[in-house]
């Protein structure tokens, strides 16, 4: 069983069914599937996603930070991200771009490097060079 599962049911303390929790997560405003909440609840999961975290934070009353650490996640800031004042005048656009940036940060496998190759017309003997080989850094091996 996982840290966050062992957490979780001892939280729980068999109050609540995985049926019981999905019911009370969604009347308090989140989406959690009975299917979802048994998983967590008896350590078949995988890498949780926040709204689910806050919905089993909400209904279970532990600290999200708690969560976050139980499923060896950094723990950061429990209150949302709020942009500056100046974001309002951003358009839908940048604010769409700006949102995924948060997302690609957050995302374990964007931190893979990838290659980047660029295509030139070829010269007498000279070859395709990735950026990476341009710049004089190591590229991952394929």
């Given at each position: 069983m996982s840290a966050l599962s062992e957490l979780l049911a001892q939280a729980?303390?068999?109050?609540f069914s995985a049926r019981s929790l999905a019911r009370a997560a969604q009347h308090a405003g989140?989406?959690?599937?009975?299917?979802?909440?048994?998983?967590?609840?008896?350590?078949?999961?995988?890498?949780?996603?926040?709204?689910?975290?806050?919905?089993?934070?909400?209904?279970?009353?532990?600290?999200?930070?708690?969560?976050?650490?139980?499923?060896?996640?950094p723990t950061?800031?429990?209150?949302?991200?709020?942009?500056?004042?100046?974001a309002s005048r951003l358009s839908r656009r940048q604010r769409r771009a700006v949102d995924e940036i948060i997302r690609a940060m957050l995302d374990d496998r964007s931190a893979t490097a990838t290659v980047i190759t660029t295509r030139r017309p070829r010269s007498a003997g000279r070859q395709p060079t990735s950026r990476a080989a341009r710049r004089g850094t190591v590229e991952p091996s394929v």
């Open positions: 729980n303390g068999g109050r989140f989406s959690l599937n009975h299917d979802t909440a048994a998983r967590y609840l008896r350590g078949d999961h995988g890498r949780p996603d926040e709204r689910t975290l806050q919905a089993l934070s909400s209904v279970l009353r532990v600290p999200l930070g708690k969560l976050r650490s139980a499923a060896a996640l950061g800031e429990t209150e949302p991200y709020r942009p500056p004042a100046e």
